[in-house]
């Protein structure tokens, strides 16, 4: 993993989010399908807007984990940078999603996210 470090961080950081958006869809699905069928398609998008940072800050941690965990099993070279770097390649690159799309609120979807972020680097380098 020593050359194009950050290539592979930034293709490791597009399929996670690509992951984390199809989680996303699944679960406005399920909830559409399942808990509240019926309703009005605006009901759906106002709930998917509401649940995206919680399934992301959820299903973020649990994917950032499995993946320090396998570059911990795997006993690659400066895990530890890896680990930081990580996190901060997909924070960037969902900022300059973001910004590309013209969203007009991320700013408040970024404070759920930050904390779900450094809750998730905090654990990542305990268990280095």
């Given amino acids: 993993m020593k050359q194009y470090v950050v290539l592979?961080?930034?293709?490791?950081?597009?399929?996670?989010?690509?992951?984390?958006?199809?989680?996303?869809?699944?679960?406005?699905?399920?909830?559409?399908?399942?808990?509240n069928p019926g309703q009005e398609v605006s009901v759906y998008e106002a709930h998917a807007k509401f649940s995206a940072p919680f399934v992301s800050g959820i299903f973020g941690f649990i994917v950032f984990f499995l993946i320090t965990r396998y570059w911990k099993k795997k006993e690659y070279q400066d895990v530890f940078k890896l680990v930081i770097l990580f996190p901060l390649t997909y924070v960037l690159l969902d900022i300059v999603v973001l910004l590309l799309a013209g969203t007009d609120q991320w700013s408040s979807f970024y404070s759920n996210f930050y904390s779900c972020q450094w809750s998730e680097i905090s654990w990542q380098l305990f268990r280095i």
Avoid: C, N, Q
């Fill in 8 to 35: 592979k961080l930034i293709g490791l950081a597009i399929l996670t989010m690509i992951t984390l958006v199809i989680i996303s869809i699944l679960e406005v699905t399920l909830y559409s399908y399942v808990i």
